[in-house]
């Protein structure tokens, strides 16, 4: 099997520290592979994403020495797919809309009744106040959020489901079970209402439609990992190996956000840092 990476940056922001190491560690393991390294801008949501940033993704990794496959991936380009995605689900009766506001999820989710509100991995856990008790059928609505509807999308799969994960220089085996998913994860959303996709739907598509084997990103994504796997068995798509790197953190110990412009890799530049300064500053 080729070994096949990528670096699925998006265009919200500048690239720091933090991204630097994930670029550069994606990098050298598929040079180590003798594989492939893939870049794919994750700009499907229109309202953050600015072309200035994505043009200084492609000048940052150029200066920082990656080089990747052409042609690059871009989400935006992609909703086609993500479309039919949907409707596959959609028509097994495995999404429904959602009229919920956030203070509505955080209402029915913080009622006394429901004691303190469960996070998963995309914040509050649904109540399930919109999940009907019958699948939903018709024309897939557009215009409003989909959720997927936990325990009736794992009623045809094997359990328990798991992924390989190398982030610890062994093949380590992470199992999970439809219990965990119901309880832990629940109803996400896989269509917003702004992007008419989510992170989840797209990277999983795309991983899929860019022969990645390995997917290497943060570990404040591993807790995402099992609802990509289960949309890929959803989905009839390969699972890729994982290999969630260890974030780097500022001097205070808070993870790197894109927000923290003072590690721009930009503003190092500017400052006359050379790429291995960066280099030892990401890999210390
Ligand atoms: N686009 C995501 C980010 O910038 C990365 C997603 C991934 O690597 O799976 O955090």
Redesign the pocket.
Known sequence: MTFRT?????P?GPLHLG?AY?ALLAYDSAQTAGGEFLL?I?DIDQSRARPEWEAQIYDDLGWLGVVWETPVMRQSDRMAAYDTALDTLWNRGLLYPCHCSRADIAAAASAPQEGAPLLGPDGIIYPGTCRPNQPCTGPRPRDIPLRLDMARACVDLDWPLHFVEEGNGTDEIIAFSAKDMIETVGDIVLARRDMGTS?HLS?VID?AAQGISH????L??IG?TPI?IMLQELLDLPHPTYHHHRLIRDDTGKRLA?RDDARAIKLFRDEGASPSDILAMAKP
Do not use: C, I, N
Not at 6 to 10: G, H, L, Q, T, V
């Open positions: 990528r670096f699925a940056p998006s919200t991204h994930s794919r994750e992170y990277v991983d997917v290497v990103r943060g404040d994504l995402a990509h894109k």
